[in-house]
């Protein structure tokens, strides 16, 4: 059995999902609730030449929205680092 994951959120995450709307914020959370079991579904992607720290930076598909988290493996975490629009998110 795998190991399931436990969550950190960085600010600019919280903030993006306390001011988006509802429908959007839980098509948002069933993604970030999937990652628990799997941190590399099919779709994500590692982003190349950015870390956090020394943790690779991977980015997720929601809709039009993206997730981008980073996996730490001790202890067994993902780290929300920011959510947001496809258009706006790598600025």
Do not use: T, W
């Amino acid at each position: 059995m795998s190991a399931l994951y436990g969550f950190a959120f960085a600010e600019a995450a919280l903030n993006y999902l306390e001011s988006c709307a509802a429908k959007i914020r839980g098509q948002i959370k069933k993604k970030i609730d999937a990652l628990a079991i799997n941190p590399n579904p099919p779709g994500s992607k590692k982003l190349h030449g950015v870390a956090d720290g020394e943790y690779p930076i991977y980015r997720v598909r929601s809709g039009d929205y993206r997730i981008l988290y980073s996996v730490r493996n001790n202890p067994d975490q993902i780290v929300v680092l920011d959510i947001g629009n496809r258009k706006d998110i790598y600025r």
